[in-house]
């Protein structure tokens, strides 16, 4: 069955420190490869999509991804996290010639002062 | 200039009443979707629509029924409502080319059925 992991419910990270938010997908073929985030009682925002190419994908508000393919992994990152960045994150997978999104079940990343 | 707009954003009724959710897309996508965002905040597909026709329909209830009058809308009627159909229903719309962009998400439509 085709599914996307992230095995963190909660990431803690102090503001101006580094943050990575993980995700795992098993979806046969190469799906596109996306992040949101959702902020409280708001609708899902777009932060950046892999299709093809260079391995680090950069996207919104200073996020990147990285895109490991023997691990089928697709990694959130930031180099210097803020306060106004916790929200909730969504990793999701598109399989190539499915017009549809498989999400994971999303992490709270929670940026303290 | 909302590129999806939802409405309404709140809905609360009553178990076995019909009601319905609007979505309209600006952007000219070809394809547009309902999600559901269950209590626990997992999403999951109901419906795409490609140019008015159904494409996918994941194995919700016939009390369920999208309607697309055209490209840029697509709305949700529901029949029959239950306790657990309680959930915050997001529209999307998607271009079919391989964009840069992903999906774009209506800001939800959150039904509370009493």
């Known amino acids: 069955a085709q599914s996307v992991a992230q095995p963190e419910d909660q990431v803690n990270v102090a503001e101006g420190n580094p943050l990575t938010v993980k995700c795992t997908y098993s979806v046969s073929g190469n799906p596109y490869l996306f992040w949101y985030v959702q902020y409280p009682n708001r609708g899902l925002q777009f932060l950046l999509k892999?299709?093809?190419?260079?391995?680090l994908v950069k996207g919104s508000y200073g996020f990147e991804a990285e895109f490991n393919k023997s691990q089928t992994s697709f990694h959130l990152k930031k180099p210097s996290a803020l306060v106004s960045d916790s929200a909730l994150y969504f990793c999701a997978v598109e399989p190539r010639g499915y017009n549809k999104l498989i999400f994971g079940a999303g992490t709270r990343l929670a940026v303290h002062p | 200039d909302t590129a999806v707009s939802q409405t309404p954003k709140y809905l609360v009724t009553q178990m076995g009443n019909d009601k319905s959710i609007k979505c309209e897309q600006n952007l000219g996508h070809d394809t547009m979707y309902w999600y559901k965002q269950d209590s626990k905040k997992f999403l999951k597909i109901m419906f795409s629509y490609n140019n008015k026709e159904l494409i996918i329909n994941e194995t919700v209830p016939n009390r369920f029924s999208p309607k697309s009058p055209d490209k840029a809308h697509l709305n949700l009627h529901i029949n029959s409502l239950e306790l657990g159909d309680s959930a915050v229903y997001f529209c999307?719309?998607?271009?079919?080319?391989?964009?840069?962009?992903?999906?774009?998400f209506g800001s939800g439509t959150r039904l509370t059925v009493v």
């Open positions: 999307a719309s998607s271009q079919d080319d391989s964009s840069d962009y992903g999906y774009t």
């Open positions: 892999y299709i093809t190419g260079d391995n």
